[in-house]
């Protein structure tokens, strides 16, 4: 039996590839900083958790993966190195395991790949493919972020961060959108569609691209494709088109779908927004692609309710409506209070948490003016993941350029103090949204929680 040892293993990658490897008879073993729920999950699969990252954590191991957010001086892959084990990167593997299984379908972008990925894959299990899959997000239907099968399909998403996703193996490839961000390691736009522009490369003679044509980045690189090339969006153009977008009671949306001018029925959602309409043509047009019918497509996804993370609605507190949601870039930002306008008349107040200093700074006039659709913008501190403070970029910084932007912006800093805020001033009717990349969900968490206690 081979040993695999994951060193970050509670991340979103490595925490699939663990299972993964799991469920094909590997020993598995992983170390992480803290405690989660996605690790506490694993433990209860028999997947050793070490807490702390110790050199003595890899004893045994064949093979040690690791997380691009663990550093270079990290005591486990020093010692992998010390002791010549074989040393991978979480995206190296899941090349390899890409590869390995056959036929691979990568779907990217900057905002949506993780709806688009379960969306795919939910239609293609439907539609009797029984593919593996690998998301960032929880899904209700895998009861996590993996699924295994037993075919040659693997639907993986795919992240661009640190061009990652350079090491995957696909044969068909999806492009939500493509966006300036992470400026850590993408100086500027033009960086971003470059590496998109090589994601493509990696595609094979007989490949397939699917883009969303209304994105002028990504249809270029569809329009420059040399294989077959599938566009999706608003514009009558393009081989799928969504016509007529209408919200549905209660949160839901609903349009008329195309392919090539002719009407194929209603595709209606049971999560808002125009965004996830694009998303689910977006994984309709895939599909259609390799076989699945339409209409088992528009069945399979009249009963998607979302990944955890992604509008998420937890809950209630005192007559007001909890959701919660991943949104960290300033158009993930706007488009999904755009989303929550469209189909809630009552207050909303956006309880923000940035995500990393380095974004904030360079975006910060675009976060400025992304709460547009919020009555009440309430700022919590940066979560800072794997970057530290340089002292020159503050929420309290971020607070002062929204205000010139929006009638409504609350920097409170701590969760301690937001949560009592919100106790104090939250009203029957209201929706709270917590949104963000980081913990900001607890803030929601501990609201619903007070909400149930009070209640008896």
């Not at 056959?102 to 779907?107: M, N, P, S, V």
């Not at 490839?173 to 100086?187: A, G, Q, R, S, Y």
Request: glycine share 10%; aromatic share 8%; proline share 4%.
């Amino acid at each position: 039996m081979k040993h695999l040892h994951f060193v970050g293993i509670g991340g979103a990658r490595l925490s699939g590839l663990a299972k993964l490897y799991f469920d094909r008879g590997c020993k598995i073993t992983g170390s992480d900083s803290q405690e989660s729920r996605v690790i506490r999950n694993m433990a209860q699969k028999g997947i050793q958790i070490s807490y702390g990252h110790n050199a003595s954590n890899i004893n045994g191991a064949d093979l040690v993966v690791y997380t691009n957010a663990v550093g270079p001086d990290n005591p486990e892959v020093l010692e992998a190195k010390r002791l010549g084990i074989p040393l991978i990167e979480g995206a190296e593997l899941l090349g390899e395991l890409m590869a390995e299984i056959g036929k691979g379908i990568a779907i990217a972008g900057t905002h949506g790949k993780t709806t688009t990925s379960a969306m795919t894959a939910l239609i293609l299990v439907e539609g009797g493919l029984d593919p593996t899959v690998l998301i960032g997000g929880e899904l209700n239907q895998f009861q996590g972020n993996h699924r295994t099968g037993k075919t040659p399909y693997m639907v993986v998403e795919a992240c661009e961060f640190k061009r990652s996703f350079l090491n995957l193996k696909p044969s068909v490839e999806l492009i939500t959108n493509i966006d300036w961000d992470h400026p850590d390691c993408f100086p500027t736009l033009d960086d971003v569609i470059k590496t998109f522009s090589d994601f493509v490369s990696l595609l094979p003679a007989d490949g397939v691209l699917v883009t969303w044509g209304d994105d002028p980045n990504a249809f270029r690189l569809g329009k420059a494709y040399s294989g077959k090339y599938i566009s999706f969006g608003c514009q009558e153009h393009f081989d799928w088109q969504i016509k007529n977008i209408r919200p549905v009671v209660p949160i839901g949306v609903t349009a008329e779908l195309f392919y090539h001018g002719k009407s194929q029925g209603e595709l209606t959602l049971k999560v808002p927004g125009r965004h996830n309409l694009l998303n689910a043509t977006g994984a309709i047009a895939l599909a259609s692609e390799l076989g699945i019918d339409v209409d088992c497509a528009l069945k399979t996804l009249s009963s998607f309710t979302g990944v955890q993370r992604r509008f998420e609605m937890k809950g209630e507190y005192q007559g007001a409506l909890i959701v919660d949601d991943y949104a960290h870039h300033p158009s993930a930002i706007r488009t999904t209070l755009a989303a929550a306008r469209q189909v809630f008349k009552g207050r909303i107040w956006c309880v923000f948490q940035p995500h990393l200093f380095s974004r904030t700074k360079f975006l910060l006039q675009e976060f400025a003016s992304s709460f547009g659709d919020a009555d009440i913008c309430v700022l919590a501190d940066i979560y800072p993941a794997r970057e530290i403070d340089p002292g020159d970029i503050s929420s309290k910084d971020l607070a002062a350029v929204a205000k010139k932007h929006h009638q409504d912006v609350r920097y409170l800093g701590g969760f301690d103090k937001i949560y009592e805020h919100l106790c104090q001033n939250v009203q029957p009717g209201d929706l709270v949204i917590t949104m963000g990349a980081g913990d900001v969900w607890k803030i929601g968490e501990r609201l619903i929680k007070e909400g149930i206690k009070s209640s008896f």
